[in-house]
T-cell receptor, first 113, second 111 residues
């Protein structure tokens, strides 16, 4: 069955520290992969996407993610976290065409000053 | 920028009422989606539409229906609202094979 797992429900980091959010997927075909961020009371904003090509993708707000096919992973990273990065982060996998997405349960990030 | 607008940010209805949630997008996107978001469960797809008057069930369609009479508008209908439909509802749209763009959500409470 197709699924997305985000193993960490909550993560707390200090401002300026590095960040890695984990995402593992189960998908039969070559997937499209996405990371979205949701600030409180808001909808989801696209951080970055992987469709094909270079497995290290750059996104907005200084985020990057690396697609590792052998590990079925698409982990999100940021070298130095800012207080404004506190939000909930969702990993998603989708198919070509209709782009129907399957979402992980989300990781809530807290940032200490 | 793509704009996906949901008609209400907050909505309170009573059990048994027929409830309409409206979503409008301004970028001529073929695909439109309705999700519900619950803590610990992420987003779950209720219905999606890939063209006017076309719809397909998502993972949790029970108790819901949809309508897409115009390309820019996608409506979610709760035929007879129940308390277990209290949730955050998110609408999204996309071009074929492109990322989805989301509205700000409607927080619906059924009393």
């Amino acid at each position: 069955a197709q699924s997305v797992t985000q193993p960490d429900i909550h993560i707390t980091v200090s401002e300026g520290a590095s960040l890695e959010l984990r995402c593992n997927y189960s998908y039969g075909a070559t997937p499209y992969l996405f990371w979205y961020v949701q600030s409180p009371g808001q909808g989801l904003q696209l951080l970055l996407k992987y469709f094909s090509g270079d497995t290290l993708v750059q996104g907005i707000k200084g985020f990057e993610a690396e697609f590792k096919r052998s590990q079925s992973s698409f982990n999100l990273r940021k070298p130095s976290v800012h207080w404004s990065d506190a939000a909930e982060y969702f990993c998603a996998v989708g198919a070509r065409g209709y782009n129907k997405l399957i979402f992980g349960a989300g990781t809530r990030l807290a940032v200490h000053p | 920028d793509v704009k996906v607008t949901q008609s209400s940010r907050y909505l309170v209805k009573r059990t048994g009422e027929k409830v309409f949630l409206e979503c409008v997008q301004d970028m001529d996107h073929e695909n439109m989606f309705w999700y519900r978001q619950d803590p610990g469960l992420g987003l779950r797809l209720i219905y999606f539409s890939y063209d006017v008057k076309m719809k397909e069930k998502g993972d949790i369609p029970e108790g819901y229906s949809v309508s897409r009479e115009k390309k820019e508008r996608f409506s979610l209908i709760l035929e007879s609202a129940s308390t277990n439909q209290t949730s955050m509802y998110l609408c999204a749209s996309s071009l074929r094979s492109q990322p989805q763009h989301f509205g700000d959500g409607t927080r619906l409470s059924i009393l």
